[in-house]
């Protein structure tokens, strides 16, 4: 059992693997016709430089990951549980401070890779705009923020396993009932309150573009009296657009890079596709997968912990539910891949459908130069393998989506 886990945790990252190089091979394939002023030569080459650098880097830090959580697998976690259950009595703590010490460990492990990533990747290709301190406060920020959150909602479902044990089908109910109430609450109000942990928010002033976009809101029935310009360009120079929050929090976003670099009549085709996902229901259809999925979820731990088997096989003495939780993580990832190729190309032709709304409440023409202008600042990837877009890919490649909108 032990080594099936393990194996599994090898295979993915190989198969991962293979789709990197793949990816990478293709790019260098001639780029589609349609996308061919979106670099010159020169920048091109570089684009080619920092996505080789960036994929390289990217199976390095995934293959250490992959070594340490292997040897902690094979010892180092049975004898942290033991060692734990001499530190607290109760079993909710245990697992926390279980989870809690692991976590830490993990992202200790991440942070010369963030550093080395933002610091010298990004900077040597021209993004990084992150100062020291930003860096210090982002790292310190979100590593207490998933503390908490993360012990919340594991806490919680601990509790529902004492009181449920014998009845795993409630067990399972209830927790995807918890599960699916903390995803509409991160859309509605969790996920506001996180980027605000992070950056600032200020209306956009008024003015030309501001009327245009109010303009074009309440020609659709909207209401987009809450646009915010948010400071991107205190981390990066990649730029953005977006629309959060559901229903009466919702808000539309705009990366104040994305004022730097784009004229008014692309920035206004750029709102209108975010304003099409909202006319298309885009975000309830999403939460809606996003909740079923939860049910999947729940399942899932509900079965881990119903298998003593695979506790004893890791050294454990019975069903741990802080282990139990790493187990299921690992488990998840495979199935996760697989659960990605339904659901990116729902997302997928939703953007398509979006672009098609933007192009016809603006101009198609302005919605393929402000496509060209994101993959641009962006340094889009033209020509990714088909087989990387079928896996990861929640938006269309940008050649498609532009033959799409002409
Ligand atoms: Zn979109």
Same mark, same amino acid.
């Given at each position: 059992?032990?080594?099936?886990?393990?194996?599994?945790?090898?295979?993915?990252?190989?198969?991962?693997?293979?789709?990197?190089?793949?990816?990478?091979?293709?790019?260098?394939?001639?780029?589609?016709?349609?996308?061919?002023?979106?670099?010159?030569?020169?920048?091109?080459?570089?684009?080619?430089?920092?996505?080789?650098?960036?994929?390289?880097?990217?199976?390095?830090?995934?293959?250490?990951?992959?070594?340490?959580?292997?040897?902690?697998?094979?010892?180092?976690?049975?004898?942290?549980?033991?060692?734990?259950?001499?530190?607290?009595?109760?079993?909710?703590?245990?697992?926390?401070?279980?989870?809690?010490?692991?976590?830490?460990?993990?992202?200790?492990?991440?942070?010369?890779?963030?550093?080395?990533?933002?610091?010298?990747?990004?900077?040597?290709?021209?993004?990084?705009?992150?100062?020291?301190?930003?860096?210090?406060?982002?790292?310190?920020?979100?590593?207490?923020?998933?503390?908490?959150?993360?012990?919340?909602?594991?806490?919680?479902?601990?509790?529902?396993?004492?009181?449920?044990?014998?009845?795993?089908?409630?067990?399972?109910?209830?927790?995807?009932?918890?599960?699916?109430?903390?995803?509409?609450?991160?859309?509605?109000?969790?996920?506001?309150?996180?980027?605000?942990?992070?950056?600032?928010?200020?209306?956009? $002033?008024?003015?030309? +573009?501001?009327?245009?976009?109010? &303009?074009?809101?309440?020609?659709? %029935? !909207?209401?987009?009296?809450? =646009? *915010?310009?948010?400071?991107?360009?205190?981390?990066?120079?990649?730029?953005?657009?977006?629309?959060?929050?559901?229903?009466?929090?919702?808000?539309?976003?705009?990366?104040?890079?994305?004022?730097?670099?784009?004229?008014?009549?692309?920035?206004?085709?750029?709102?209108?596709?975010?304003?099409?996902?909202?006319?298309?229901?885009?975000?309830?259809?999403?939460?809606?997968?996003?909740?079923?999925?939860?049910?999947?979820?729940?399942?899932?731990?509900?079965?881990?912990?119903?298998? $003593?088997?695979?506790? +004893?096989?890791?050294?454990?003495? &019975?069903?741990?539910?802080?282990? %139990? !939780?790493?187990?299921?993580? =690992? *488990?998840?990832?495979?199935?996760?891949?697989?659960?990605?190729?339904?659901?990116?190309?729902?997302?997928?032709?939703?953007?398509?459908?979006?672009?098609?709304?933007?192009?016809?409440?603006?101009?198609?023409?302005?919605?393929?130069?402000?496509?060209?202008?994101?993959?641009?600042?962006?340094?889009?990837?033209?020509?990714?393998?088909?087989?990387?877009?079928?896996?990861?890919?929640?938006?269309?490649?940008?050649?498609?989506?532009?033959?799409?909108?002409?």
């Amino acid at each position: 059992m032990r080594w099936l886990v393990i194996g599994l945790l090898a295979a993915v990252y190989v198969f991962e693997t293979v789709i990197a190089v793949l990816n990478f091979r293709h790019s260098r394939k001639p780029i589609p016709r349609n996308v061919e002023d979106v670099y010159d030569k020169k920048r091109y080459k570089k684009w080619l430089a920092y996505s080789l650098e960036g994929h390289r880097f990217n199976l390095v830090q995934q293959g250490l990951h992959l070594c340490v959580l292997i040897i902690l697998l094979l010892g180092p976690f049975a004898n942290l549980a033991r060692a734990v259950s001499n530190w607290a009595a109760d079993p909710i703590w245990q697992s926390l401070i279980f989870l809690g010490i692991y976590q830490t460990f993990m992202q200790l492990l991440a942070v010369p890779f963030r550093l080395y990533r933002t610091f010298s990747i990004e900077e040597r290709h021209g993004f990084n705009r992150t100062a020291k301190k930003t860096f210090v406060r982002d790292t310190i920020v979100s590593y207490l923020v998933s503390l908490c959150l993360g012990g919340l909602v594991l806490g919680g479902i601990h509790v529902l396993f004492l009181k449920f044990s014998d009845r795993i089908w409630a067990f399972v109910g209830l927790t995807w009932a918890v599960l699916a109430l903390i995803m509409v609450l991160a859309v509605a109000v969790i996920g506001k309150w996180l980027m605000r942990l992070f950056n600032r928010f200020t209306p956009l $002033p008024p003015g030309e +573009l501001r009327n245009r976009i109010e &303009g074009l809101g309440s020609s659709l %029935g !909207f209401n987009v009296k809450t =646009i *915010l310009v948010m400071d991107a360009s205190k981390r990066s120079t990649k730029s953005n657009a977006a629309f959060t929050g559901i229903g009466k929090t919702r808000e539309v976003i705009l990366f104040d890079t994305l004022l730097e670099k784009m004229s008014d009549d692309e920035i206004l085709a750029v709102l209108a596709h975010e304003l099409g996902h909202a006319v298309h229901k885009d975000t309830w259809r999403l939460l809606g997968r996003q909740v079923a999925m939860m049910a999947f979820v729940a399942a899932g731990i509900g079965l881990i912990l119903q298998s $003593p088997g695979l506790y +004893l096989a890791f050294g454990f003495s &019975g069903v741990h539910f802080g282990f %139990g !939780f790493i187990l299921f993580s =690992i *488990l998840l990832e495979p199935v996760a891949l697989l659960l990605g190729v339904p659901f990116n190309l729902l997302s997928r032709k939703a953007e398509f459908k979006a672009d098609a709304f933007a192009a016809e409440q603006t101009d198609a023409v302005w919605m393929v130069s402000a496509l060209k202008a994101l993959a641009r600042e962006n340094l889009v990837n033209l020509n990714p393998h088909p087989l990387a877009v079928l896996l990861y890919y929640s938006h269309p490649p940008i050649s498609e989506r532009i033959a799409a909108a002409q």
